[in-house]
């Protein structure tokens, strides 16, 4: 059986408030910061696991780290 892979917290409704109600707007978000992180995250020494980037962006963009139009 294939496990998978649901992200819960936090919530797509909320994620999409926060970007004015633009799907579009909050998927090119977290994944520009994503990218970012994972850049940052293969540059330094290797850990034992990977980081989750796009749970990590999420995070950022409800608590407010990062707002659209000023990022």
């Given at each position: ?32 910061r994503a990218k970012e992180l994972s ?33």
């Amino acid at each position: 059986m294939e496990k998978k892979y649901v992200m819960m917290e936090p919530p797509i409704d909320a994620l999409i408030k926060k970007c004015g109600g633009s799907k579009y707007l909050l998927t090119c978000l977290v994944a520009k910061r994503a990218k970012e992180l994972s850049n940052a995250y293969f540059a330094g020494e290797p850990q034992e696991k990977d980081p989750k980037v796009i749970a990590i962006a999420a995070e950022e963009v409800m608590e407010g780290k990062i707002i659209p139009g000023k990022y």
